[in-house]
């Protein structure tokens, strides 16, 4: 029987106000759709289906906050992009600064 010490950390949740970068162990494949984002840590693989999301993920550890980085897209995209994000930190390919 395993005691609640031997049991992982949670993650943490997302906050579009922290800034985030693209977790080392994580290589993204470029594909027409977008890229295939690949954890070699927990094996986990993610479809990064919008060009302008990738390239986001990308330079996100230049920006102070994902927030910020949302800010060099347009308006309309803010929303599912947040959502992508979130995504994206719950599986530990982007992790915080």
Do not use: C
Request: hydrophobic share 45%.
């Amino acid at each position: 029987m395993s005691s609640p010490s031997d049991a992982p950390a949670p993650a943490a949740s997302f906050s579009p106000d922290r800034g985030y970068r693209l977790n080392p162990n994580v290589a993204l494949r470029p594909e027409p759709f977008g890229a295939l984002a690949y954890h070699f840590g927990n094996r986990r693989l993610s479809f990064l289906k919008d060009p302008a999301l990738v390239a986001l993920v990308e330079q996100l550890g230049e920006h102070p906050s994902a927030r910020a980085a949302l800010a060099t897209l347009p308006a309309a995209q803010h929303a599912p992009t947040l959502r992508a994000l979130a995504a994206l930190a719950a599986t530990d390919m982007i992790i915080p600064l």
